[in-house]
């Protein structure tokens, strides 16, 4: 079998749907060996796996494997192991029994409850993002709101000041990029490296600080949190910080930009939402599913697995292509038609399982809240320009949204 991957590796950067559909067709569980990887695609093995506990989240070790460049290297690997050192105690990079106690405790801070009390910041917060603007002007979205409200609304939520969002958005895109490029260079590690460094002293002293005078914010709640008698050890409040701001701040970022382009390249369906505001939640649904944030999520196999009618066995790299599962026309009929109708039972945005994300619920609240503001105020809204795709393999990222913002 042909390498697909090699195959289709200009489009799965910046198009990949069209890619998933034959890879999907022709080989669901494919070996790529130009990823020394499997590369699942069809939903109800990616629906499988994602939750099978014979593969392992434990990936930190991969890292070096990415690592490439003509200079002497030496320097760059002593600065990942540091980065892996901090991955590592990453929520994200952890197996049971380790991660049983850390979500375990990071769910008591981060409840529903204390999501949804959000509503009104994260609303005041889209007001006064969006308020400079009149309508026939044309906007970059993406600068002035998908990328400054998620950093803010995370930072609030931890207890960071929301006028810091620059420097930490800086640091979490590097983070990001360092978790999402699968070549790495001398650069790219000294720049992670110093992102991570730079989130470890910024939170650093906002623990002192609340540790001092508890807050009603999460950093409040993780110093204070107990779960059958065990509690955060300061390391791990740290690495929780960074993880959720990181995560948190790009996955949303993408969640709201890839929502604003679908809603803008399919305007009945738009209107239906200014008709029917009751379907907001079916559209962000739907937005999860038709362009999905994140489109990979990775695993390594612990135990040998048979699945499709192939045998991966322990020390094989398993990408899980949630991007291609969502698009699977076994389970979404007209996978490629963004539907708002459309019923969202068992897409896979944010993973299954125990790893499923966190930090989901406030996605989807900062979501619904920028979707229904701008088209209360511009409804007949259109792209101004053509848009241009961060190129990367395991996110959706567009590079601006520029938008002319119509009554």
């Keep these: 079998m042909q390498d697909l991957l090699a195959k289709f590796s200009s489009q799965l950067l910046t198009n990949p749907y069209p890619a998933y559909h034959v890879i999907r067709k022709l080989d669901p569980v494919h070996w790529s060996d130009s990823w020394q990887s499997w590369f699942v695609s069809r939903?109800?093995?990616?629906a499988s796996l994602i939750k099978d506990q014979r593969l392992s989240v434990s990936q930190v070790g991969k890292f070096s494997s990415r690592l490439a460049g003509e200079e002497p290297l030496e320097e760059a690997r002593e600065q990942l192991k540091v980065v892996e050192g901090?991955?590592?105690?990453?929520?994200?990079?952890?197996?049971?029994?380790?991660?049983?106690?850390?979500?375990?405790?990071?769910?008591?801070?981060?409840?529903?409850?204390?999501?949804?009390?959000?509503?009104?910041?994260?609303?005041?917060?889209?007001d006064r993002l969006l308020a400079p603007f009149q309508s026939g002007q044309v906007v970059d979205l993406m600068e002035h709101l998908a990328i400054p409200l998620p950093v803010m609304t995370i930072a609030d939520f931890l207890g960071s000041r929301p006028q810091d969002f620059r420097e930490l958005a800086g640091w979490s895109h590097d983070l990001a990029s360092f978790l999402g490029n699968d070549e790495l260079t001398p650069a790219s590690v000294a720049r992670s490296l110093?992102?991570?460094?730079?989130?470890?002293?910024?939170?650093?002293?906002?623990?002192e600080e609340r540790r001092l005078e508890?807050?009603?914010?999460?950093?409040?709640?993780?110093l204070q949190a107990q779960?059958?008698?065990?509690?955060?050890k300061e390391s791990e409040i740290l690495s929780m910080c960074i993880l959720l701001f990181g995560a948190g701040h790009d996955t949303t970022t993408n969640l709201i930009a890839n929502g604003?382009?679908?809603?803008?390249?399919?305007?009945?369906?738009?209107?239906?939402?200014?008709?029917?505001?009751?379907?907001?939640?079916?559209?962000?649904?739907?937005?999860?599913?038709?362009?999905?944030?994140?489109?990979i999520a990775v695993r390594s196999v612990v135990e040998e697995v048979e699945i499709g009618g192939k045998t991966l066995l322990p020390g094989d790299s398993v990408n899980l292509c949630l991007g291609a599962a969502n698009r699977d026309p076994a389970q979404f009929p007209e996978p490629d038609r963004f539907n708002i109708l459309r019923e969202h039972s068992h897409h896979i945005p944010f993973g299954k399982g125990i790893h499923f994300c966190v930090g989901s619920f406030l996605a989807r609240l900062e979501a619904r809240t920028v979707?229904?503001?701008?088209?209360?105020?511009?409804?007949?809204s259109r792209l101004a320009?053509?848009?241009?795709?961060?190129?990367?393999l395991a996110f959706r990222r567009l590079k601006h949204l520029h938008v002319e913002l119509l009554a």
Excluded: C
């Design 43 to 46: 939903y109800e093995d990616v």
């Design 86 to 126: 901090w991955l590592s105690s990453f929520l994200l990079f952890t197996d049971p029994p380790a991660h049983t106690r850390l979500r375990g405790l990071i769910s008591k801070a981060f409840t529903p409850r204390s999501v949804e009390l959000q509503g009104p910041v994260v609303q005041e917060r889209v």
């Design 371 to 380: 979707f229904a503001s701008l088209l209360r105020r511009w409804p007949n």
């Design 227 to 232: 779960h059958e008698g065990s509690t955060l």
């Design 214 to 222: 508890p807050q009603d914010d999460l950093m409040s709640r993780l």
């Design 385 to 392: 320009r053509p848009v241009e795709r961060i190129p990367t």
């Design 194 to 207: 110093q992102s991570l460094q730079g989130m470890a002293s910024y939170f650093q002293v906002l623990m």
């Design 260 to 295: 604003l382009l679908a809603l803008l390249q399919h305007p009945s369906e738009a209107a239906r939402l200014v008709r029917e505001p009751e379907l907001l939640e079916r559209v962000v649904e739907e937005v999860l599913r038709y362009d999905s944030p994140s489109l």
